[in-house]
């Protein structure tokens, strides 16, 4: 067996089949902008291992700004980001150039670029990167982002540049957080694809819309009007501070929500393997994640948010000390989740789960009269059940592939129906259903609705204890090359 304190940070991108991280180490990416959007893309793409990545912009930093727990107060952000950029990886080149693209002079900046993005929310500076590219054939990803909407496009070789690539609707406005981490992790899974080489890179509009009951369109059914105090007496606890709750749900709750509590629970130590996504973890391998993430998020919030770090695994024997407004669940195990569904369907708390593999995103709501139970929306509770069986007959599994991407965009989505179903009389109701984020998926965005609330109570709760041993079999079969295990009940398929 590998010896796993020594394996190399980008160990669980690099079980994906056909994974190429040498093509990500020869790139070249180049970010216009330095506000949140252009932040959470290098993040990402750092994390991913992208060997060259240069940042373009001249705005001054300002205490306020940080990147997770680094501050980026120097006079000039991009090169403060760029000392930000280095902590998360340090095996990356980074560059902060002290310019902008609002002269064509700065085009200059672009020359040696695989691709450039422009982050901005400024119609000159994409001109100017666009003309770039029809003169040059390098491709470029323009986005821009609002408080709660943005809009993404990328422009491929030998194109007519699509009407909307400068983006003039979203000229000026203030690039809010969420939306700006949303954006960001489908950005870099795009930057990714073309780096490597594949195809089937976006080729729609990209749109994420909390203004909007369909959230994948830009056409807005409501107007929101953002406010710090939303959810000042709100208590939210968040089970799960790897991949998805660690760097993304965490501070998303801290810097968008502002709750009066937040509480986080994980039993886990940070491992060398963690950092191709746990950014948060940068310089904590050894220590247990929950404590690491407390300071990170007490970094952000200053005092004005109770954060408390729970040292522990999930179990239906939790007793907390406060009631819980919402739960997020971010975990990575079907049978704690279907556990934590139990604890918040007994106690009639809203809950929001998140789920990850390298190409997809999935986050799913339950609110008590509201939406759907998860028994009755993807039948968790046999899922728990069967994944656990095979879990526990099983003897060692190789780790399953992860990526940063899909759980930066997980996190956001997450985050972002929590405010519908903490206060759905200022952010609209929350979608009932799946939310998807699929890389391979033209559209990448939907939702799988279901059109009504469920009334089942408690009664699968039971169902979670194991079935005696002797009554179960698993058979192995193939699908499509791969390797399907299958469980068998008293003889019957589950
Ligand atoms: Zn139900």
């Known amino acids: 067996m590998e010896n796993e304190a020594n394996i190399n940070r980008y160990d669980r991108q690099q079980r994906i089949k056909d994974w190429d991280q040498e093509k990500l180490t020869k790139g070249t990416v180049t970010i216009i902008g330095s506000d949140n959007l252009a932040r959470y893309i290098a993040m990402p793409l750092a994390a991913l291992g992208v060997g060259n990545i240069r940042i373009i912009d001249s705005a001054k930093g300002s205490d306020k700004d940080m990147l997770l727990d680094i501050p980026l107060e120097g006079k000039v952000r991009s090169q403060s980001l760029e000392q930000a950029i280095k902590k998360i990886n340090p095996e990356v080149n980074v560059i902060g150039i002290n310019s902008s693209l609002s002269t064509i002079a700065a085009q200059y900046f672009l020359q040696g670029s695989d691709i450039v993005i422009d982050a901005t929310n400024d119609k000159l500076s994409k001109s ?7 003169k ?5 990803i323009s986005a821009s982002a609002s ?3 943005g809009k993404i496009i990328f422009h491929y070789y030998h194109q007519e540049p699509q009407p909307m690539i400068l983006m003039p609707m979203l000229e000026g406005t203030e690039q809010g957080d969420l939306i700006s981490l949303e954006l960001g992790g489908v950005i870099a899974e795009e930057t990714k694809k073309f780096l490597m080489g594949h195809k089937e890179l976006l080729n729609i509009v990209y749109n994420y819309n909390l203004e909007s009951d369909e959230r994948f369109n830009f056409t807005s059914d409501r107007e929101i009007k953002n406010a710090d105090n939303h959810f000042k007496d709100k208590n939210i606890l968040i089970v799960g501070t790897g991949a998805l709750g660690g760097p993304f749900l965490g501070p998303a709750t801290v810097i968008n929500l502002k709750p ?8 886990d130590t940070v491992e060398d393997h963690n950092l191709n996504r746990q950014v948060c973890f940068y310089d904590a391998v050894g220590r247990l994640k929950a404590e690491r993430l407390k300071e990170t998020l ?4 200053g005092k004005d948010i109770e954060i408390n770090a729970i040292i522990d695994k999930f179990t239906d024997q939790f007793k907390p000390d406060v009631r819980y407004d919402l739960i997020f669940d971010a975990v990575d195990s079907f049978f704690t989740k279907a556990i934590l569904h139990n604890y918040a369907k007994q106690n009639k708390i809203p809950i929001i789960s998140g789920g990850t593999d390298y190409r997809a995103s999935t ?9 759907s139970c998860f028994d009755c929306q993807i039948n968790l509770s046999e899922l728990a059940i069967k994944t656990e069986i095979i879990r526990r007959t099983s003897c060692l599994q190789a780790p399953d592939p992860s990526v940063i991407m899909t759980n930066q965009i997980a996190g956001a989505l997450m985050v972002g129906e929590a405010r519908s179903v903490l206060r759905p009389d200022i952010y609209g109701r929350p979608v009932n259903g799946e939310i998807k984020y699929i890389s391979d998926f033209d559209s990448r965005g939907g939702v799988n609705r279901l059109e009504r609330t469920c009334n089942c109570h408690t009664k699968k709760v039971s169902s ?3 079935p005696d041993p002797e009554r179960v079999e698993i058979k192995e079969k193939e699908i499509d ?3 399907i295990k299958q469980v068998y009940l008293d003889g019957k398929m589950m």
């Not at 986050?363 to 939406?371: A, C, D, F, K, S």
């Open 363 to 371: 986050v799913i709501v339950y609110q008590p009269g509201e939406t």
């Open 128 to 134: 100017h990167v666009i003309d770039y590219s029809l």
């Open 136 to 140: 040059t054939d390098v491709p470029v």
């Open 464 to 466: 979670l204890e194991l």
């Open 260 to 267: 009066a509590r937040l509480d986080i629970m994980d039993y």
């Open 147 to 149: 408080q709660n909407k």
């Open 298 to 301: 007490m970094a952000i919030s």
């Open 481 to 483: 090359g791969r390797i």
